[in-house]
């Protein structure tokens, strides 16, 4: 304008600075509602999560000019540096279990998305890969279907030196089938009888066998299904049968119930994990596996000492299910 101090601020027409696109959405007819809001929407926020072990990395390094602060939980923080440590334990266990020729057989079981995947991921994460294997079956074909049933598991069990996971095993056949009708009453029947003979031949017969049940909250487990449903790098994660584990949750509870009766045996012991929050069911796990063995440059037990509202025996759920499981109450999954 004529006459204008260049050097008084001035007030910016905003109109001008939008983009055709913006302008065009201007101009659409606002919608027949009596209740009309003016407000912008707020965008919703993507969440992000820092890789782990990063917090633990960079924690004391010093600020510079190509560096970020990142704010993160003191648990987080604790978390990971409570990993480290007993990842590297992890480590010279696998070396005293190829020592001694050990063998070393792990089965995680657990309803849907109770965290089995994820504590396997972080036992395994820096051991040695040519000392341990995980066995994640996938459905049995025609052939396996004619088999014994234990046939396609037996052909995995570990070596001397070796360290075997099953993200999922034979105990299959105790809940997942017979809720989803993936085997008779009579099969289901025949497994409870005969597993605790097979578990006590493979224990006799020197292989260490720890059972691990992961269990989960009702409202837990929907929280990290619709997870798995928005986030993209847990697509894999997703089944057919998430969503029935909801509408069967009383059914895979008395299915529980029967399976620790029928298997929780002196020589194979179950133990329970209680994993509504993961971080810390997997720092007890890993405790746990790390108290059944003596190994060369152990750190002291008072390190490796277990959350007991974490970690349950077999024995003791069992109590509290007998206790519960006629009352109005959601128990543990």
Known sequence: MAGEDPKKPRLVDVTRQKSAQSLAADQQPLPESDDVSTEPKKKKKLKKKLVEHTAHRYKDKKPSKGRTAVWVKNFVLQYEEELHKLQIELLKLQKQIRKDGLRLLMLFEGRDAAGKGGTIKRIIEHLNPRGYRVVALLS???TERTQWYFQRYIQHLPAAGETVLFDRSWYNRAMVEPVMGFCTDEQ???FLKDVPLLEEMLVKDGIVLLKYFFSVTKTEQLRR???RETDPLKQFKISPVDREAQEKWDDYTVRKFQMLNETNRTLAP???IRSDVKKLARLNCIKHILQQFDY???????Q???DSEVVVSGIDEIRFMEEHLLKQTELPG
């Open 140 to 142: 049995p074909d025609d």
């Open 188 to 190: 289901n029947k025949r």
């Open 225 to 227: 299904f619709d997870s």
């Open 270 to 272: 179950w133990w329970i």
């Open 296 to 302: 060369e440059g152990k750190i002291s037990e008072d």
């Open 304 to 306: 490796l000492q277990i």
